[in-house]
């Protein structure tokens, strides 16, 4: 029989912050998957997301941006997720059934789609540039987002037969790098949710595990000490 030859993974470049959320689900999941990238730092407090040498790079002006030789840069986490699934199924970061991976990909969209880009610094530069915010203003904005998509995710965690150890059964997927990915940046922004309990068991469940606890964005390069 012929021997599998090693899996040898591309020389990636990860465009990249301490805090963000976006950049610590791309974080999670190379370290599941084993793999590794070569960070460069995006300063999003000094706004080197909208410099014009990273917009060639992500004309949105946001971060993760994987960097593979040879081809465009990939955007947006969740896009990343699943082609990291896909060059290194093992661990799978979905259920094996249809029905399992659309529940995965739902609780994942609510968080990473839903609750997190109402959040992101560009719509803080709008709402207190253009919309009239002040610092109060915008903290009751971050409190109300966050507080909608997680009360709604708590609510299907504790309703759904499906849920288990983890966000679906006791294998970690893409909904659970999500859920935890907003926890990471609530803590930042001292920000709590209360009654949220099933989530809380999650979190918690997946900040034992070494690839969640090596994201925390306090132990990435350019942290406040
Ligand atoms: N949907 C995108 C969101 C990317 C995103 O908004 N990233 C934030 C950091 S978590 C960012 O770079 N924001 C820059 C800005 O809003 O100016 C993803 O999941 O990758």
């Given at each position: 029989?012929?021997?599998?030859?090693?899996?040898?993974?591309?020389?990636?470049?990860?465009?990249?912050?301490?805090?963000t959320?976006?950049?610590?689900?791309?974080r999670?999941?190379?370290?599941?998957?084993g793999?590794?990238?070569?960070?460069h730092?995006?300063?999003?407090?000094?706004?080197?997301?909208?410099s014009p040498?990273?917009?060639?790079?992500?004309?949105?002006?946001?971060?993760?941006?994987?960097?593979?030789?040879?081809h465009?840069?990939?955007?947006?986490?969740?896009a990343?997720l699943?082609?990291?699934?896909?060059?290194?199924?093992?661990?799978?970061?979905?259920?094996?059934?249809?029905?399992?991976?659309?529940r995965?990909?739902?609780?994942?969209?609510?968080?990473?789609?839903?609750?997190?880009?109402?959040?992101?610094?560009?719509?803080?530069?709008?709402l207190?540039?253009?919309?009239?915010f002040?610092?109060?203003?915008?903290?009751?904005?971050?409190?109300h987002?966050?507080?909608?998509?997680?009360?709604?995710?708590?609510?299907?965690?504790?309703?759904?037969a499906?849920?288990?150890?983890?966000?679906?059964?006791?294998?970690?997927?893409?909904?659970?790098?999500?859920l935890?990915?907003?926890?990471?940046?609530?803590?930042?922004?001292?920000?709590?949710?209360?009654?949220?309990?099933?989530?809380?068991?999650?979190?918690?469940?997946?900040?034992?595990?070494?690839?969640?606890?090596?994201?925390?964005?306090?132990?990435?390069?350019?942290?406040p000490?």
């Amino acid at each position: 029989m012929s021997k599998q030859p090693a899996f040898e993974q591309p020389a990636f470049e990860l465009y990249a912050f301490w805090r963000t959320s976006a950049t610590y689900r791309v974080r999670v999941a190379l370290s599941l998957k084993g793999m590794t990238a070569h960070e460069h730092i995006v300063n999003l407090d000094a706004g080197e997301q909208r410099s014009p040498e990273f917009l060639k790079i992500n004309p949105l002006g946001a971060i993760p941006a994987l960097v593979e030789p040879g081809h465009p840069p990939l955007t947006q986490s969740v896009a990343i997720l699943e082609f990291l699934d896909e060059i290194a199924p093992a661990p799978s970061l979905l259920p094996p059934d249809p029905h399992g991976r659309a529940r995965v990909r739902s609780i994942a969209a609510m968080l990473a789609s839903d609750t997190h880009p109402l959040i992101t610094p560009r719509v803080k530069k709008y709402l207190t540039s253009a919309g009239g915010f002040d610092d109060a203003a915008w903290r009751a904005w971050q409190i109300h987002w966050f507080t909608t998509g997680l009360m709604a995710v708590e609510q299907r965690l504790a309703m759904e037969a499906e849920t288990g150890a983890f966000c679906h059964g006791d294998q970690v997927t893409m909904a659970d790098i999500c859920l935890a990915s907003i926890a990471a940046v609530m803590r930042v922004f001292k920000i709590e949710v209360a009654g949220t309990p099933t989530i809380d068991r999650i979190v918690a469940r997946c900040e034992a595990l070494p690839a969640f606890a090596n994201a925390a964005p306090n132990r990435q390069a350019g942290a406040p000490a």
